[in-house]
Nanobody, 122 residues
Framework: VQLQASGGGLVQAGGSLRLSCAASGRTFGGYAMVWFRQAPGKEREFVAA????????HYADSVKGRFTISRDNAKNTVYLQLNTLKPEDTSVYYC????????????????WGQGTQVTVSS
């Protein structure tokens, strides 16, 4: 399983970005997908998750109302729309594939994308 994250960049506070995570092969449609982020000197933190069908999503309190996770199973891709960005959103964002169809808090993830840098200037 290979996950390729993209879409990061430099944006001013209040701006928007859309991250994408493309999965290889027939290894996507039946699994939950999750976005994490890690800022320099900080631990990796959960950002958002979506179940296998896209029917339910979960968000960290820090991004709720600003970020939206979605997926297109026909394209083997999960997206993270980042709106109203803040400097504290600056991180490397990683996508990961769950081991089942539904998000389980605290679960371990075996498949990760390489990360995409998001930098928000004030």
């Amino acid at each position: 399983v290979q996950l390729q994250a993209s879409g990061g960049g430099l944006v001013q506070a209040g701006g928007s970005l859309r991250l994408s995570c493309a999965a290889s092969g027939r290894t996507f449609g039946g699994y939950a997908m999750v976005w994490f982020r890690q800022a320099p000197g900080k631990e990796r933190e959960f950002v958002a998750a979506i179940n296998w069908s896209g029917g339910s999503a979960h968000y960290a309190d820090s991004v709720k109302g600003r970020f939206t996770i979605s997926r297109d199973n026909a394209k083997n891709t999960v997206y993270l729309q980042l709106n109203t960005l803040k400097p504290e959103d600056t991180s490397v964002y990683y996508c990961a594939r769950g081991s089942g169809g539904y998000y389980v808090p605290g679960a371990k993830y075996d498949y990760w994308g390489q990360g995409t840098q998001v930098t928000v200037s004030s």
